[in-house]
């Protein structure tokens, strides 16, 4: 199993290219099963988690190609309804695949999802959704059994509190039903409207993508287009982290801040400065320490959860004493301790994490556990004394492309260890 050594201590200098968004791009390539024409993906990351689900894909039906960014999907026959425990439990994005298998097949066996152990993730809203579109669902053996031999049919959907994977995957299944589906209480993720605009421009009817009322109405099929993903927004906040852990001054090529919501003033207030260039953006640290600030995490355009590992990790060697409160999953702590090891003074108190900064962390040896968490480790570990050396890497795998080799760029002391 891989490790990363990192020594900390130095600043970080240079230009990191910001990759397209995971979040994303998992569900954009889900949308290919909609269509016999080919989707082509522009500014796809390559990671564990698209290749994960591109296997799935495959194993559906789609054809694929994967060269400098740009992933080609063409999914003119669909060979296989089943989505194997296998391809689905290590990536809870690949439930979404049951949306499209049913709207376009009319029935689907999809293994019940996975992904970080974050805490329960339970997929009923999703479950409810389709039921209420003409789903007839039932569970057998770990798996999703659902037929909608007539087709699915649109239908009102007030979603009881916001769920990204749950509004996206409606909007995967509503395209192509009969008739008009309304969303209310949708989640008004930056990853909610790409996806609409790319099955816009494939022919669908969607409006009000990133409020919290989406309207969808559906139509008989979808053709194929070229869409470019967004950038990553997480991964654009953790390497503005990076700076304020490690000080230094970085330019993150093809960011877009705005797409940061809440975080960015958060972040500024912390003492971060940002300014937009015509690449992108530069982040640097306007003091020695970062101060501390208190943070919740709420659906867009509040605080991302993603980020809020990495701001715990950032705060760990602020000046003053900061809440960080986690209002999204009830399990998403467990870098709290790891960061501890590296002499991190942070006590969890069911949702809040207080964090009472500490002028310098020293290296230690850490696990990783999950994906963001992970990068809170890297995070610490750029501002720390010493050596960390960062177990279970295949966590950042999933989701943070090139990571070495983007921080080894600025001047990072980071090396991968094979075992
Ligand atoms: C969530 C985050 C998303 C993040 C992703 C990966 C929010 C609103 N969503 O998206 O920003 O990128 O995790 O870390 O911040 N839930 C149910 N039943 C369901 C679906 C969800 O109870 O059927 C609950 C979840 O357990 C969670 C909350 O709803 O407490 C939000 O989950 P949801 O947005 O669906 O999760 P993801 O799509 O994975």
Redesign the pocket.
């Known amino acids: 199993m891989d490790k990363l050594a990192i020594i900390g201590g130095r600043p970080l200098y240079g230009i990191v290219p910001i990759s397209g968004a995971k ?1 994303s791009a998992l569900k954009l390539m889900a949308a290919s099963l909609l269509t016999d024409e080919e989707l082509v993906l522009e500014n796809v990351p390559r990671l564990a988690d698209v290749d994960m689900l591109l296997r799935l894909l495959n194993q559906h039906g789609a054809q694929s190609s994967f060269e400098d960014a740009t992933l080609r999907l063409h999914a003119k026959d669909i060979i296989s309804t089943v989505a194997p425990y296998d391809l689905v439990r290590k990536m ?2 690949s439930f979404n695949v049951l949306g499209p298998l049913l709207a376009r097949e009319g029935k689907a066996k999809v293994s019940l999802p996975g ?2 152990a ?11 959704a389709l039921t209420a579109m003409g789903a007839k669902i039932d569970l057998d053996e770990g798996y999703v059994i659902a037929e909608a031999p007539d087709g699915l049919q649109g239908a009102d959907i007030a979603f009881p ?8 995957h409606v909007m995967l299944a509503a395209v192509l039903a009969d008739g008009e589906t309304k969303i209310s209480n949708a ?1 008004c ?1 930056p ?1 909610i409207v790409d996806l609409a605009d790319c099955l816009n421009a494939m022919g669908a009817k969607i409006s009000g993508a990133g409020t919290a009322s989406i309207n969808i109405v559906g139509v008989d099929r979808l053709a194929g287009v070229t869409h470019r993903v967004l950038p990553d927004r ?1 991964e654009t906040g953790a390497y503005a982290m990076a700076v304020g852990a490690a000080g230094g001054e970085l330019t993150l090529a093809n960011a877009d801040i705005d797409l940061l919501g809440a975080a960015l003033p958060v972040l500024e207030k912390a003492g971060l400065s940002f300014e937009k260039t015509n690449e992108g953006v530069r982040v640097k640290t306007t003091r020695d320490r970062s101060l501390a600030v208190d943070i919740e ?4 355009p ?1 605080i ?3 980020l809020q590992a990495m701001f715990t990790a950032m705060m760990a060697t602020a000046d003053g004493v900061s809440h960080v409160k986690e209002t ?3 399990n ?1 702590f467990m870098h709290a301790p790891e960061l501890g090891r590296m002499g991190a003074k942070i006590s969890v108190d069911g949702q809040t994490a207080t964090v009472t900064g500490v002028a310098r962390l020293k290296g230690a040896p850490v696990m990783a556990t999950d ?2 968490a992970s990068m809170s480790l890297i995070i610490a570990a750029l501002g720390a004394e010493g050596q960390t050396m960062v177990n279970r890497v295949y966590h950042l795998d999933r989701g943070f492309e090139r990571l070495e080799e983007k921080l080894a760029e600025c001047g990072a002391l980071i090396e991968r260890v094979s075992e």
């Open positions: 979040n809870r994005a992904g970080c974050i805490g329960a993730r339970p997929v009923d809203l999703h479950l409810k509190f916001v769920s990204v994977g749950a509004t996206e989640a993720e990853e997480i995490t709420k659906p867009y509040g991302a959860t993603d999204i999953f009830e998403r994906l963001r």
